[in-house]
Structures are given as C-alpha cells and as structure tokens.
Nanobody, 119 residues
Framework: QVQLVESGGGLVQAGGSLRLSCAAS???????MGWFRQAPGKEREFVAA???????TYAYSVKGRFTISRDNAKNTVYLQMNSLKPEDTAIYYC??????????????WGQGTQVTVSS
C-alpha cells in the first residue's frame, strides 16, 4: 500500500497563498493523486486531482486559484493555493487512487492538514 505524508498547512490571510505538499511512499498500482477538503459541519468535497501524466481537474470553486502538480521522481504531489478565501478554511486531505472526483475513487488517504484563512 501507499502512505501519504502532508505538509504546508497553516494560517494565512485572505488573498494570500499556501502550497501544500504530499509525499507518497510504498507501492501502489494507482497512478492518480488528488486533494479533498472538509470544513467543520460540512461534507467532504473534492478539490483537485492529477494523473501520472499531469492531466488535472478542479472543483469549480477553486478553478483559476488553485493548481495541482506532481513530481513523479519524488513521488510528491503539490497544491498551490492562491487568492485564498475564508471559505477555503478546511482540513485538506491528500489522496491516491483512480482519477476521479469522488472520495471512493481514492483508497489511500493522508492524515489531513489544517488550512485556515482569516478575513
């Protein structure tokens, strides 16, 4: 199986930027990775996903502000978050699995990292 270790979360002012990193270890036949988030009292929601070859897709709410990328040599996926809004505040989860936008598409999940955006 694959293990995912996240970093880069924190507190930022509205309009600011953060970059999340997720390092994968172990072995998996899945080649896609993604990010989900969950705010208190809300449902988990899809943020972005990327295939091994670099094709990506985004939730409408983050399109144009967030960029997902990966470094396959380092087995690492990134989420560059720009123009952050308070509504982006959530726990962000790194995932690995099939290319999709549903949680069930991703068998492997990281522990989550908190992103807080102040107004």
């Amino acid at each position: 199986q694959v293990q995912l270790v996240e970093s880069g979360g924190g507190l930022v002012q509205a309009g600011g930027s953060l970059r999340l990193s997720c390092a994968a270890s172990g072995r998996t036949f899945s080649t896609s990775m993604g990010w989900f988030r969950q705010a208190p009292g809300k449902e988990r929601e899809f943020v972005a996903a990327i295939t091994f070859g670099g094709n990506s897709t985004y939730a409408y709410s983050v399109k144009g502000r967030f960029t997902i990328s990966r470094d396959n040599a380092k087995n690492t996926v990134y989420l560059q978050m720009n123009s952050l809004k308070p509504e982006d505040t959530a726990i962000y989860y790194c995932t690995a699995g099939l290319f999709g936008t549903r949680g069930q598409d991703y068998p492997y999940w990281g522990q989550g990292t908190q992103v807080t955006v102040s107004s």
